[in-house]
Nanobody, 126 residues
Framework: EVQLTESGGGSVQVGGSLRLSCKARQYTFSHYCVGWFRQAPGKEREGVAAIDRNGARYIDSVKDRFTISKDYAENTLNLQMNDLRPEDSATYFC????????????WGTGSGMDSWGKGILVTVAS
């Protein structure tokens, strides 16, 4: 059974930075589509960034501010978040596909993701 554990969340001021990490057990990040999602109170979950063998993709609101990456040595999935804004406040989840090397076109809905972490809270104070 795949187990995913997020870390690195917390509170930060507007314009600050955080780095989220997702550690996996019984899973290797290098082979499949993996991504970060978030859900704010009262809002639907949305995909933030995903990466597969074709590269990374981001939602428009985080482009040029967030960077998704894989650390093959540590077998972790990271999300570097810079220039944070209050609207980035949410619980962030990492998620992984276990069958597909490429992300689904509608990856942002969670399509194709098979395992999810429990989430970690990010709060951006204005």
């Amino acid at each position: 059974e795949v187990q995913l554990t997020e870390s690195g969340g917390g509170s930060v001021q507007v314009g600050g930075s955080l780095r989220l990490s997702c550690k996996a057990r019984q899973y290797t990040f290098s082979h499949y589509c993996v991504g970060w999602f978030r859900q704010a109170p009262g809002k639907e979950r949305e995909g933030v960034a995903a990466i597969d063998r074709n590269g990374a993709r981001y939602i428009d609101s985080v482009k040029d501010r967030f960077t998704i990456s894989k650390d093959y040595a540590e077998n972790t999935l990271n999300l570097q978040m810079n220039d944070l804004r209050p609207e980035d406040s949410a619980t962030y989840f990492c998620a992984v596909a276990e069958l597909f090397g490429r992300c689904e076109p509608d990856w942002g809905t969670g399509s194709g993701m098979d395992s999810w972490g429990k989430g970690i809270l990010v709060t951006v104070a204005s």
